[in-house]
Nanobody
């Protein structure tokens, strides 16, 4: 069974940067897209960014556009989330996810958490003011 292992969370000051990584435990499995979601205390899980496995097209939530960058390394079966200019409202548990069930040519469809069937354990990101 595929597992996703996240790393790179932590505590940072406002304006700082962090990079999250998410690696699959097996070398190959069919992935159509990777996504990052986050959940702050008392709030619902929300979409952050997605990237197509083939071609690398990306889609970001408006709240992180221009600050966060999602990328993937196909050879390493790993996805990254580079987070710059962090704000206190970015504080949350960040989850990576893989979509293995259905292909869409547009990353827009991968903004829905229901499209993902493999999830990481979550990484805490805390931004202090």
């Amino acid at each position: 069974q595929v597992q996703l292992v996240e790393s790179g969370g932590g505590l940072v000051q406002t304006g700082g940067s962090l990079r999250l990584s998410c690696a699959a435990s097996v070398r190959t499995f069919t992935t159509y897209a990777w996504g990052w979601f986050r959940q702050a205390p008392g709030k619902e899980r929300e979409f952050v960014a997605a990237v197509l496995w083939s071609g690398g097209s990306t889609y970001n939530a408006d709240s992180v556009e221009g600050r966060f960058t999602i990328s993937r390394d196909n050879a390493k079966n790993t996805v990254y989330l580079q987070m710059n200019n962090l704000k206190p409202e970015d504080t949350a548990v960040y989850y990576c996810a893989a979509s293995t069930g259905r292909f869409y040519s547009s990353t827009y469809y991968y903004t829905r958490s229901s499209e993902y069937d493999v999830w990481g354990q979550g990484a805490q990101v805390t931004v202090s003011s």
